[in-house]
């Protein structure tokens, strides 16, 4: 037993979810990410279980970890009790806190995530914004939604929602500074700002510069494929 | 046996939520969704409506409350300890500052990462010492664990709020749902992580049949109708990750198609399957030129269309993917036909 499964035993979310799997793979049949990727759940509950440290470093650098959706419907189905999407989470801490993240392309998107909604908690108080779910990054959405977008403040009158007032009816509006400070307080101590600050860093440990990982994001910003940036 | 099988089931996961007309069913605290509001905004400006005029009930929000922050949680920006004390402040709010003991989310994932602190507080008198005290050091504020139903530790959903009250829409609505086949969709963060709290447990979900057979729809069943949207925080986040949750649609949808071709009605109570289920029929028809045309509303925007309140102006069914008026038509609720389909979306 090594240093990273211990670290793994030490998670409560691993220790809640995580009651001795059989192997039945009753997990992996309802998966839904099991079904369009490279992804097993009751594999990674198999690994886990080795205690192996050098299957679980190998784990955590790859990509499948990160093809979990936190669905839960492996909670729901497992005979054991186990929650498959508990040890997820667990592990893709461990990941980011050991730079392991950044070796993967799915695990890379972490810096995305950081940035597109981990630190708006600590600017506004929500973790989505109203401009997140921008038409370019979502055409699914359709040009009704691109109508919204480009008239969103009338839109949200409109609807009797508006935005960016304090304590309005609606939603989106500002919360007061003395309460932001709160959240932030609540934040740092209670490691969300390392783990965001984790995932900077393990970046620019390996794509060499910050410079480099400012290029990372531009490519996503403008591509919207993170693919589209090349690793030397 | 089947339906003694299914009465059981319903009877080990029957719910408590007070109604309009029960002890404490008529001043609840709410919290708002930072999903909802980014991804389908209109959903809370017509439950609102509902909520206090049609039901009467006085909704208590504070300034200060913020979002959960579990989809930044699932989304692996933070920790489980800060959605304890986030969680834990969100309460104490509600509690001192606004003096309400009964409170409802507006968000599934809210809802179910409530209920996972409140659950880790009860079995880990470890990690209730440490929010109680985080929650002290960081905010000077009480701790308190809302008992919403039953008395004991919980909070509950907006949707389980209309499912209390549904004869009493039911009584209210204008328009009814008879001869209409829908189904229903109910959100993964609903029903599945604590199937003990969702009405109807994860195998038999009441909270939206109940809706629909209040109002008089004929339920349908298919095969795929417990499988994911395939909304996934980061899959659905990134447009790059997006197949996920396209395809999982398309495997809905099409197995909806196979088993009722007829039924064009989904109702949800999760923001994310609400906004997705939708939005990626549009992709499925550009990428494989195959039309579902399967209408998408939330427990919240039915209701308000049955009540008559306006389908765009108070709905918000302005930013759909899918065209509404074909089911607007079916159920005969009339909206004003002298303009074109693009101006009723359009506003200004
Ligand atoms: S369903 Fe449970 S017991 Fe079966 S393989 Fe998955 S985790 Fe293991
Ligand atoms: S939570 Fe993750 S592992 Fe579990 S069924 Fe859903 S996608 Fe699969």
């Known amino acids: 037993m090594g240093k990273l499964f211990n670290e793994l035993k030490q998670d409560i979310l691993y220790q809640h979810g995580m009651n001795a799997c059989l192997n039945c793979g009753v997990c992996t049949a309802v998966c839904p990410a099991a079904e369009f990727n490279d992804y097993s759940p009751r594999e990674v509950m198999n690994i886990v279980q080795s205690e192996d440290d050098e299957l679980i470093e190998e784990l955590l650098k790859s990509d499948k970890i990160w093809y979990c959706g936190q669905c839960f419907s492996c909670k729901t189905r497992c005979p054991r009790g186990n929650s498959v999407a508990s040890v997820i989470l667990a592990l893709r801490r461990l990941a980011i806190h050991y730079g392991y993240f950044a070796e993967s392309e799915k695990g890379r998107q972490q810096l995305i995530a950081k940035r597109v909604f981990g630190e708006n908690m600590l600017k ?84 060499g510069s910050k410079a480099e990982v400012e290029k990372y994001w531009q490519t996503w910003l403008e591509t919207g494929d993170s693919r589209n940036y090349e690793i030397k | 046996m089947k339906l003694a099988g299914k009465n059981q089931a319903w009877e080990r996961h029957q719910k408590q939520v007070p109604s309009v007309d029960e002890p404490g069913g008529n001043l609840w605290g709410c919290f708002r969704s930072c999903f909802l509001q980014s991804a389908a905004p209109y959903t809370e400006g017509v439950a609102y409506k509902i909520l206090k005029n049609d039901l009467g009930i006085e909704l208590r929000e504070a300034p200060g409350h913020t979002s959960c922050g579990a989809i930044g949680y699932h989304g692996d920006v933070n920790n489980l300890e800060t959605q304890m004390v986030i969680a834990a402040r969100n309460f104490s709010i509600a509690h001192y500052e606004q003096g309400v003991d009964n409170l409802f989310s507006f968000c599934v994932t809210s809802f179910a990462n409530y209920t996972e602190v409140i659950k880790l507080w009860e079995e880990e008198p470890d990690l209730l010492e440490y929010t109680e005290k985080t929650l002290k050091e960081t905010t000077g504020r009480e701790f308190w664990i809302p008992h919403v139903s039953g008395g004991r530790p919980s909070v509950v959903h907006a949707s389980d709020v209309f499912f209390a009250n549904r004869h009493k829409l039911a009584e209210k609505a204008k328009y009814s749902l008879k001869g209409i086949k829908a189904t229903d969709h109910v959100g993964c963060h609903y029903g599945k992580i604590f199937p003990g709290e969702a009405m109807g447990g994860a195998e038999f979900p009441q909270v939206l049949v109940g809706l629909l057979e209040a109002f008089g729809a004929e339920i349908v069943d298919y095969p795929e109708r417990r499988h994911c949207c395939g909304m996934g925080f980061r899959q659905c986040a990134f447009p790059e990750n997006r197949d996920y949750t396209a395809g999982s649609v398309y495997k809905k949808l099409a197995s909806l198609k196979e088993a009722h071709p007829d039924c064009n009605l989904i109702l949800t109570n999760c923001p994310g399957c609400t906004v997705f289920m939708d939005a990626e029929q549009g992709t499925i028809k550009e990428v494989l030129e195959e039309e579902f045309n399967v209408s998408i509303l939330d427990y919240a925007q039915l209701t308000g269309l049955l009540l008559g309140y306006d389908p765009f102006k108070d709905c918000g069914l302005n930013a759909k993917a899918v065209p509404v008026e074909p089911l607007l038509d079916k159920i005969g609720i009339p909206y004003d036909k002298s303009k074109t389909a693009e101006e009723r979306r359009r506003p200004f």
């Open chain 1, 124 to 207: 506004r108080g929500y973790t989505l914004l109203a401009q997140n779910i921008s038409p370019s990054h979502f055409p699914e959405l359709g040009e009704n939604w691109e109508y919204y977008y480009d008239h969103m403040r009338e839109m949200r009158e409109w609807w009797g929602v508006p935005m960016d007032l304090e304590n309005s009816p609606g939603s989106h509006r500002m919360i007061p500074e003395q309460d932001m400070e709160e959240v932030r307080t609540i934040y740092q101590k209670t490691g969300a700002v390392s783990l965001m600050d984790a995932v900077e860093k393990g970046m620019e440990k390996k794509l």
